[in-house]
Each structure stands twice: as structure tokens, then as C-alpha cells.
Nanobody, 128 residues
């Protein structure tokens, strides 16, 4: 059974950091492009960051609002992708989701429609 499970969310003060994890089971992430998305109440799901498969160049991309603050990485030995979030702002508050699509080539897409598998999400709240 293909499954993605996010963890690491929580409540953090502005300027703080969190590291989200996306653990895969039922398949190997090596051949998959991975995306992180977020959705705040009343807003559309937004692409935050993505990374191409390990069998390509491992390219990454981020939405402009998180560049310089968020970093995506993958640990294929642990079948896990991470999103390190630093200098968090109240506007980063949302449910964060990871998503996967088998794509063993250099492709990193921030559009939700590209991905086939989704996790259940983890809440991130940035507030003082």
C-alpha cells in the first residue's frame, strides 16, 4: 500500500524553525519527484518546494515567498524527504502536505495536479 506520512508540524513563534518529514511506505522514493504544499483556511493549495528524483539531477525549486528560508532535501536511505523551515512567519501558517509522482528524470513541479500520491498533512502554526 502506497502511503506518505508527514510529521514535524506544531506551534512555533515567529522567527522560529521547524523540520517537516515526509516518510514513504509501499514504494521507494528514489524514482519519485516530491513536492511540499500548504493550504491555509479559505485559500487554495500552494506549492512550496519540490525536488526531482534521485535518478536525475536532484534539482529543487521553491515558491518566491520561502526562498532563502525553506530547504528541501531527501534521504533515500530512510525513504524520507524533509522540509527545513527557518525564519518562520505568521503567513506560513497552514496545513503542509507532501506529494509524490514517479518521475525518474529532471523535473520539479510546484503544481498540485502533477502529483499522484498525497499525505494526510501536518499543521504548522506560527504565532506569538
Amino acid at each position: 500500500q502506497v502511503q506518505l506520512v508527514e510529521s514535524g508540524g506544531g506551534l512555533v513563534q515567529p522567527g522560529g524553525s521547524l523540520r517537516l518529514s515526509c516518510a514513504a511506505s509501499g514504494f521507494t522514493l528514489n524514482y519519485y519527484a516530491i513536492g511540499w504544499f500548504r493550504q491555509a483556511p479559505g485559500k487554495a493549495r500552494e506549492g512550496v518546494s519540490c525536488i526531482s528524483s534521485s535518478y536525475s539531477d536532484g534539482r529543487t525549486d521553491q515558491v518566491d515567498s520561502v526562498k532563502g528560508r525553506f530547504t528541501i532535501s531527501r534521504d533515500d536511505a530512510k525513504n524520507t524527504v524533509y522540509l527545513q523551515m527557518n525564519s518562520l512567519k505568521p503567513e506560513d501558517t497552514a496545513v503542509y502536505y507532501c506529494a509524490a509522482r514517479r518521475a525518474p528524470f529532471s523535473l520539479c513541479v510546484l503544481s498540485p495536479s502533477f502529483y499522484d500520491y498525497w499525505g494526510q498533512g501536518t499543521q504548522v502554526t506560527v504565532s506569538s
